[in-house]
């Protein structure tokens, strides 16, 4: 019975999932878009920047404090915790899980185990 429910999911998700490309490419096709160009463009432009005005309105999502931009890392940066997240394509990554620790805050949890 469960492999009978399995079956019917994928089946409705594949249908799914033809059904979404048919739509890209039709909205592509309505917009004058080709993909290949599109392709040329991303490769020849520089990765988008991230805008250090929206620090303004940014905050950790765990502990609600303000982030410093770090240009080398290309992160966010909450020094309270530690934690670091990442900016994709200009877009700040802040979901916690995707966050990674700091060595300066690694650190402190070396020395808090030793003692």
Known sequence: MLSGACRRLTLALLRTRAQTSAVTRRCLHASGSRP?????????????????????FLVCPLSKKPLRYEASTN??????????????DGIPNMIPQAARMTTHQTKKQEEMEQH
């Open 36 to 56: 290949s160009a599109d392709r040329r463009k991303k490769a020849e432009e520089p990765p988008c920047a991230f805008d250090p005005a929206l620090l303004e």
């Open 75 to 88: 992160e966010l940066i909450n020094e309270e915790l530690g934690i670091a997240y990442p900016i994709i």
